[in-house]
């Protein structure tokens, strides 16, 4: 299967992009980006393969996509049958890694969110207990603007760096080498 490379098209005005689906199922092609991808599955089944890791999904989740990691959120095929009337929700925010962060990631008070970044390069699934948190961090990112977008951003980072429990994807001898 060939992997798409995609280019997330982030407005000139903003650092991170914000991105929230209400379709009738998940993007079916197996793609990688150069942004770390955050999401939160608010309705919708499937199954998700990202790097060497494949496993179902549900709505309630929140998955962390690592950047330039292949990965692919397939719809089960109920979504697909003629006349169907079920729809995925899903929120995902998206930012690079080596962008405008970089230099904020050299600041010790970041070093818990750095090393959080680290091990997300792989690919992670969020706790349970974690999930509804997470998602209502990224709804306020989403509805902020100018500043506060920025400082609700940093503030969901510092919540996904004191997450527990998170559950990794891949495992640290997977490479991305894809043409």
């Known amino acids: 299967m060939k992997v798409v490379q995609f280019t997330i098209p982030?407005?000139?005005n903003n650092s991170i992009h914000l991105q929230e689906d209400r379709l009738p199922h998940f993007y079916g092609q197996l793609h990688r980006h150069a942004e770390i991808q955050i999401t939160s599955v608010l309705?919708?089944?499937g199954t998700l393969l990202a790097g060497n890791h494949m496993q179902q999904?549900?709505?309630g989740e929140v998955f962390v996509i690592g950047a330039n990691q292949p990965h692919l959120f397939k719809s089960d095929p109920a979504y697909f049958e003629k006349g169907s009337r079920k729809m995925i929700h899903s929120l995902n925010l998206f930012f690079k890694p080596s962008g405008f962060i970089d230099p904020l990631l050299q600041l010790p008070e970041m070093s818990r969110i750095k090393k959080w970044?680290?091990?997300a390069a792989h690919g992670l699934q969020a706790a349970p207990n974690a999930?509804?948190?997470i998602t209502q961090a990224l709804q306020?990112?989403?509805v902020a603007a100018n500043g506060k977008?920025?400082?609700a951003f940093i503030l969901l980072l510092q919540l996904l760096a004191d997450s527990?429990?998170?559950q990794p994807f891949s495992t640290d001898a997977f490479t991305h080498n894809f043409t």
């Open 10 to 12: 982030v407005a000139a």
């Open 43 to 45: 309705a919708g089944t």
């Open 57 to 59: 999904f549900a709505g």
């Open 117 to 119: 970044m680290a091990v």
């Open 131 to 133: 999930a509804q948190k």
């Open 140 to 142: 306020t990112v989403n």
């Open 149 to 151: 977008r920025m400082a």
């Open 164 to 166: 527990k429990k998170w």
